[in-house]
């Protein structure tokens, strides 16, 4: 087998990048006649080693780090025309994308796991000229959850993102988002709109289990109305995986949207997990865009 980058965040997963490297690197050098490894120092830095690895004509890519590392490392890989399989090592808080592919959330599992790796596809989100592998979320609630900061987070997990989105919660603020889904058009009030490509949303491997990472489809869920108060209801749907079925939500799997909202300046969005652009945006779907390497 061929050469390989791995590339490492060595801060992400409190540290955790540090501390696997080289177990990851031993790993592949016994799967590949070559890995090389490189450390990010800031943001941007595992987007360009991608890059520069699908150009050099490396036959895969594997990252360690959490969401905003994997989504460097897939955007890197995105707008070439050779695209090495990709593959990583879920490092932080959420990781939607390892949830669906089966890799372990356990460093030392997933390590073990790299002995018998399978080639799947992969679809990646675009919006507008960037790229997502997980969910984009606008709203009020979303907003908030943006808001935790790391050594809350450190603490406390994903819980902390549910804390935050409590508060949002009790603050109340909606806005009318006009939607284009394919060729429909949706006019509704909501304090929150996803659109999801995966089963697994902020950890939640239940909301959508018709929705898969190489459907082709992007996935729409517009929490409709400007209160929550009468939503308590959707929480345990949300863990039997019936959430789409419930009143309060408007669900669709589309291909390509276009979103806006009225006296919405402030809103911005939060893509797989960092801040990303404001309204309006275009989102599509990239099908089965990457090859990527997971467990049997
Ligand atoms: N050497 C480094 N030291 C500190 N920060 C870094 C370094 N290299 C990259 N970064 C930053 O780390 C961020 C990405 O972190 P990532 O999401 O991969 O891990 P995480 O924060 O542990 O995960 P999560 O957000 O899922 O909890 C990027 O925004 C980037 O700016």
Do not use: C, W
Not at 129 to 154: L, M, R, W
Not at 234 to 240: A, E, R, V, Y
Not at 247 to 270: I, M, P, Q
Not at 277 to 282: G, I, Q, V
């Amino acid at each position: 087998m061929g050469k390989v980058l791995l590339v490492v965040n060595p801060s992400s997963g409190q540290e955790a990048g540090k501390r696997y490297a080289d177990s990851v690197a031993e790993a592949l050098e016994k799967k590949y006649s070559e890995v090389v490894a490189k450390y990010t120092e800031k943001a941007g830095d595992a987007t360009a080693f991608a890059k520069e690895a699908a150009q050099e004509r490396y036959e895969a890519v594997f990252v360690m780090g959490g969401d905003g590392t994997v989504n460097e490392g897939v955007s890197g890989l995105a707008e070439e025309a050779y695209r090495p399989k990709f593959s990583f090592i879920p490092l932080g808080t959420v990781n939607d994308l390892g949830r669906s592919l089966g890799i372990s959330m356990n460093p030392e599992e997933a390590i073990s796991q790299l002995d018998r790796l399978v080639e799947k596809k992969l679809d990646v989100g675009k919006i507008n000229n960037h790229y997502f592998i997980d969910v984009v979320a606008i709203g009020t609630i979303p907003e908030a959850v943006q808001a935790v900061e790391p050594e809350q987070k450190t603490k406390l997990g994903s819980f902390a993102y549910v804390l935050e989105g409590l508060k949002a919660v009790r603050d109340n603020k909606s806005y009318l988002f006009d939607m284009t889904i394919d060729d429909e058009k949706i006019q509704e009030e909501s304090m929150a709109v996803l659109i999801a490509l995966t089963n697994s949303v902020g950890g939640m491997e239940t909301l959508l289990p018709n929705a898969s990472y190489d459907d082709g489809k992007l996935h729409l869920i517009v929490l409709k109305g400007d209160n929550l108060v009468d939503k308590v209801s959707l929480l345990p749907k949300i863990f039997s995986g019936k959430a789409m079925d419930d009143h309060n939500v408007l669900y669709r799997a589309f291909e390509k949207g276009h979103f806006s909202v009225e006296d919405g300046d402030d809103l911005v969005t939060n893509v797989d997990g960092d801040p990303g652009d404001k309204l309006p945006l275009d989102i599509t779907v990239l099908p089965q865009h990457l090859t990527v390497l997971v467990p049997e």
